[in-house]
């Protein structure tokens, strides 16, 4: 499970607004059960700096920023894709939900 990986969405409640969610715990913490995931969202107007956008599987989706969880890796569905090529936009969205300019 790679850091910036994105996932299918397997909760039925949330699924359709956030199809997605994207692993953000680095791969250091490999060992645990848990993961720190983002959820993606469809419909979301972004922040600027908060909320960056990406593409994939041809859709626009928003990265949820303040919606941030700790959720069990068990419940991840299959792997999509990795966003790795974006860690400096998802890391400064993390970085501005938490400390600000």
Do not use: W
């Not at 469809?42 to 922040?47: A, D, H, Y």
């Amino acid at each position: 499970m790679a850091q910036f990986s994105v996932y299918i969405n397997n909760n039925a409640k949330t699924n359709i607004e956030y199809p997605y969610l994207l692993n953000v715990q680095n791969d250091i913490l490999g060992s645990l059960h848990t993961c720190v995931v983002i959820p993606l969202s469809l419909t979301m107007n972004p922040i600027k700096h908060l909320n960056p956008v990406f593409r994939i599987e041809s859709r626009s989706v928003v990265m949820s920023t303040a919606q941030i969880a700790g959720i069990d890796r068990a419940i991840l569905g299959k792997e999509i894709t990795n966003l790795e090529e974006f860690r400096r936009d998802i890391v400064d969205a993390i970085d501005f939900m938490v400390v600000g300019f």
